[in-house]
């Protein structure tokens, strides 16, 4: 283990509130990944960026959002906007998009509301 | 578009018997397929892939792209495979597409 980390392990949201899950990496990838994993419905992508300042909406991008300002570092807030947050985050990392890379996942982050 | 579909959600087999987690996809090109497991308390990571036709803890997995299907294969049974399987598919210059899993239960 190591090399991605995610922080908290568990996160509480009030109504209306905006929360901001962290995701860190030190394995010099240049694609990130966020995935939102729910009993029965396999993992969701969320969002994905394949380079530092730039990023695309997964198949579940609404009520969420992201930055990638530096390589090692994708943070992504749940907004107000998302009316049911309450899931498992998984964060990722590869070497590239496509061509087959592997994908090394974080621990995840359980989100709960309040 | 690409899919991914795992028909068990949960599967229970005996220590020593033969398993096999079923995965279908839909994709008209060729795809790139994967399997992936979580076992309890630890991160999702890679099983195998199809790339490269090797034995993962005795699983094996085939491309049919004739029944396009990728199913996983285990001809005896561990207590310590019970995990949670994800089928996944990369489509060419696209991102993994994940099926929906299967919890596998193998009972001593």
């Known amino acids: 283990d190591g090399g991605i980390t995610q922080s908290p392990k568990y996160l509480f949201r009030k109504e209306g509130q905006n929360v901001t899950l962290s995701c860190e990496q030190n394995?010099?990838?240049?694609?990130m990944y966020w995935y939102r994993q729910d009993p029965g419905q396999g993992l969701r992508l969320i969002y994905y960026?394949?380079?530092?300042?730039?990023?695309q909406k997964g198949d579940i991008a609404e009520g969420y959002s992201v930055s990638r300002e530096k390589k090692e570092s994708f943070p992504l807030t749940v907004t107000s906007a998302q009316k049911n947050p309450t899931a498992f985050y998984l964060c990722?990392?590869?070497?590239?998009?496509?061509?087959?890379?592997?994908?090394?996942f974080g621990p995840g982050t359980r989100l709960l509301v309040l | 578009a690409q899919r991914v579909t795992q028909p068990e959600k949960l599967l229970s087999v005996f220590k020593g018997a033969p398993v096999e987690l079923k995965c279908n996809y839909s994709?008209?090109?060729?795809?790139?397929l994967f399997w992936y497991v979580q076992y309890s308390r630890q991160r999702l990571q890679l099983l195998l892939r199809?790339?490269s036709r090797e034995s993962i803890k005795g699983f094996t997995a085939d491309l049919n792209k004739g029944e396009t299907s990728f199913h996983l294969k285990k001809p005896f049974a561990q207590e310590e495979d019970s995990a949670m399987y994800y089928c996944?598919?990369?489509?060419?210059?696209?991102?993994?597409?994940f099926g929906e899993g299967t919890q596998l239960t193998v009972n001593p």
């Open positions: 990722a990392s590869s070497m590239r998009t496509g061509g087959g890379e592997t994908q090394y």
């Open positions: 394995l010099n990838h240049d694609a």
């Open positions: 960026s394949q380079i530092v300042n730039d990023f």
């Open positions: 994709y008209s090109g060729s795809p790139e």
């Open positions: 199809h790339i």
């Open positions: 996944a598919l990369i489509a060419s210059g696209s991102r993994l597409t």
